[in-house]
């Protein structure tokens, strides 16, 4: 007898392993169990990929509006594999959704909730209430636009019910959504949910192994096989290609994450994800105070029915045939839920586009190293300025100010460093400060364009405004090349009396170098 089995003797007889595994593993299953039965497997895989990428975003995060958006950022642009890590959580959710509702359409076709299995069923149904309290709690946690006006759609529909006040304070935690409510959502959805998922998880697959699986619609001749090795290679396969599929996703797909959350932008319309569409589009028919029919009513009607099919449903038979008004009923709600979400997807205002960096967020990222900014934000280690990769706390508003006379923040505190930057650099180093709060790295940008950019920022946008912004005094120049022709903006930028009598902009043409002249002029008339 080798070492390996005296180990592993000396192990089972302490914690009865092999008992275990025989349990586990040699489960015999009726002859005819096909390919369809492997849809539970795949939403527990499922499931464990949500609780390990979970747990690592988690160890990064901080659940507090002041850090929450930063460290998101920093999964997604520091953390080695991080955007592909968080890209598995998010689009996972979307996976997990529709591998649940495959499953249950699965049971429901089979009829596998017919007596003994009806607890198991209840159990199901729970888990499947359970995965989108998961998608609704993460919503907040990464502070961005679209999770907190989300959010605030999602409070307001909690006050439309009965209790409603209280429910949304509860959920809220304070006098408005802000750090209470994101330390309640978070608790939820790190502690709470997965508790009882967990859970419910271990009772649906007792219950399942213990009543055994519902088998073919018609018996098949034939012996029973274990679940190893027959049916585990079917599991493995399908969960094989449903999570290389999902890291596909996530490697080929940006996870989103828009602006850093705004309460003051009004204009912010959110969009829910898919599976919350029908839902908002259903609020469009029940306006007012007919709103508790569509948040309330309908939803609770059709939960209240899943958890009573099996007792509704008393039919000896299991062939979806022979069971006509569950399948129509079925189908009809599942077409009613398809076309309220393609409707919603009709409806609803895109996505906002993920942000990019405009003309003058790239002149001020050029501007934050000026020598009076350097003055004080230079970093020890490198030399460079410390404002190139900083994490913004003040709105651009702020930092124009700011730079525009930088005693204002501390008067007296240290000595002056010389007058601020000019009204035009202070617009272009807000737009920096709008950029980076919007996360995402630098472009690479032609020696060109920078040297154009530059020009931007340093003169024009203190009276022209571009990709909306700077200061809205003279024409917008953000399609500027299809009204003019390159000659004419040459001579307009050089000398504009001499192409208007009447032009009240100052001339340029002893201001700006040839290559100053030459790279903005080619970098507008490229603007249509």
């Given at each position: ?15 009865g392993?092999?008992?275990i595994r025989?349990?586990l ?7 005819g ?30 659940p ?10 920093y ?28 499953h249950?359409m699965?049971?429901?076709m089979?009829?596998?909730y017919k007596?003994?299995?009806?607890v ?32 605030t ?7 439309s ?6 429910i ?11 750090a209470?409510t ?5 608790a ?10 967990i859970a ?35 599991d493995?396969?399908?969960?094989a ?50 709103e508790?029919?569509?948040t ?13 099919l099996?007792?509704l449903d008393?039919?000896?038979h ?6 006509r008004?569950?399948?129509a ?24 586009a ?8 790239v002149?001020g ?5 000026d020598a ?17 990769n900083?994490?913004p ?20 505190l240290?000595s002056?460093?010389?007058a ?5 650099q202070?617009q ?17 940008v ?44 040459r001579g307009?930028?050089t000398?504009?009396?001499a192409v208007?009598?009447f ?7 002893d ?5 100053e ?11 249509r």
């Open positions: 007898m080798g070492r390996r089995d005296t180990l592993s003797n000396w192990l089972d007889s302490r914690t392993i092999r008992a025989k349990r593993l040699d489960e015999p299953l009726p002859a169990v096909g390919w369809w039965f492997v849809t539970g497997s795949v939403l527990l895989m499922l499931l464990a990929v949500q609780f390990a990428t979970g747990v690592t975003l988690a160890i990064y995060y901080v507090s509006p002041d850090f929450a958006y930063d460290t998101v950022r999964v997604m642009e520091r953390v080695t594999f991080g955007r592909i890590i968080r890209g598995l959580h998010v689009f996972g959710a979307s996976f997990i959704v529709v591998a649940a509702i495959i249950m699965r049971v429901v089979l009829g596998s007596k003994p299995r009806e198991t069923w209840l159990t199901g149904v729970a888990l499947l209430l359970l995965i989108l309290a998961f998608a609704l709690s993460g919503y907040l946690l990464p502070w961005d636009q679209k999770a907190y006006w989300a959010t759609v999602t409070l307001r529909i909690a006050r019910g009965p209790f409603g006040e209280y949304a304070d509860l959920l809220q935690g304070g006098g408005a959504l802000g209470l994101l330390v309640r959502w978070y939820a959805h790190v502690f709470l949910l997965p508790a009882v998922t419910l998880v271990v009772a649906h697959l007792y219950l399942m192994r213990h009543h055994g699986i519902s088998g073919a619609l018609k018996p098949t001749e034939g012996h029973p096989k274990p679940f190893y090795p027959h049916h585990a290679l079917k493995t396969l399908v969960s290609v449903v999570f290389s599929l999902l890291v596909a996703f996530a490697v080929v797909f940006r996870p989103p994450l828009d602006a850093i959350a705004d309460p003051s932008d009004g204009t912010y319309v959110p969009r829910p994800e898919w599976y919350f569409l029908g839902l908002f589009q259903l609020l469009k028919y029940f306006p007012g105070r007919l508790p029919i569509a309330i009513l309908i939803p609770g009607v059709i939960v209240s029915l899943l958890f009573l099996p007792f008393r039919n000896g299991r062939h979806p045939l022979e069971r008004w569950i399948t009923s079925f189908g009809f709600v599942g077409l009613a839920i398809a076309v309220l979400t393609y409707l919603g997807y009709q409806d609803t205002p895109a996505g906002a993920e942000p990019r960096w405009t003309p003058l967020a002149a990222r050029q501007f934050v190293s009076k900014c350097m003055a004080c934000h230079q970093d020890g280690e490198t030399g460079a300025s410390a404002l190139l900083f994490r706390r003040r709105d651009a508003e702020w930092a124009i100010a700011h730079v525009r006379d930088p005693e204002t923040i501390t008067p007296g240290r002056p460093t010389g601020g930057l000019g009204v035009a202070a272009a180093v807000g737009a920096f400060v709008r950029r980076l709060r919007s996360g995402g790295p630098p472009p690479q032609s020696e060109r364009d920078l040297t154009a950019t530059r020009v931007l920022g340093r003169y024009c946008a203190a009276c022209h405004r571009i990709d909306g912004e700077g200061i809205a005094n003279g024409p917008d120049l953000t399609r500027i090349g299809a009204e003019r022709a390159a000659d004419w903006l307009w930028i000398n504009p009396e208007d009598p032009a009240n902009m100052p001339a340029f043409g201001t700006l170098t040839t290559s002249l030459d790279a903005v002029v080619a970098f507008l008339s490229e603007r």
